[in-house]
């Protein structure tokens, strides 16, 4: 499995690869195509080398991989950046390295599954970057990305949508949605707007005020896909 590195001065989104629960070979196949700069956090490494994916990158304290440069002997020209900062998570690092590299956008993929803590840090760093790059986290069952303050996208009826605070959003307003917000606020752990779904094919436009609000596609039922 590779990617078509045609690098266009980092107007494509970099994919960054975690270390939850890996995606299916399709949907990481889908990104890889237009992914032109691929950066893998150090412990998954050797899951990553053993699907064949080409990367640029491994970033991370190498703890869990403490002889990265043997791996990757064979492999060809990567990149190895040193991140030991102990008060940030390695995809923390990896998305603020994407920023001093000039890249405006990202995809992350398995950084979900296996532990839940993982999964919780990696949602929210989502909301720590909102509105200084534009990221998708992705897999197999869902795509949750940061709002900006003003959102329009067309849906098929039925479509399960969630609305995530982080922690908290004030001033939303919606239409199409089954269970609107009309200048609502939604906060955690008190309020949140999971399990809504669009109300009749078409657009969906979400707008708030302040805070910070995820978007979470779902794809657990049948019919639906990305």
Known sequence: MSSHHIVRENQEPALIIANGEACSDELLGQLLEWSPFVVVLDGAL??????????????????????PATLLASYGPVELVYAPDQSQTDLEKAIAWLMQKNHRACNIVWATGRRADHTFNNLITLARFAGQIDMVLWDDHSRVFPLRHSFKKWYPAGFPVSLLPV?????????????????ESLEQPARTGSSNHVLAEGFVQITYESGCLLLMECFDRPGHAF
Not at 167 to 183: F, S, V
């Open 167 to 183: 922690p908290a959003a004030q001033g939303i307003r919606t239409e199409n949605l089954a269970y609107p917000l009309q200048d």
């Open 46 to 67: 050797p899951r990553v080398l053993e699907r064949g994916i080409r990367i640029d990158a491994v970033l991370g304290d190498f703890d869990s991989c403490p002889d």
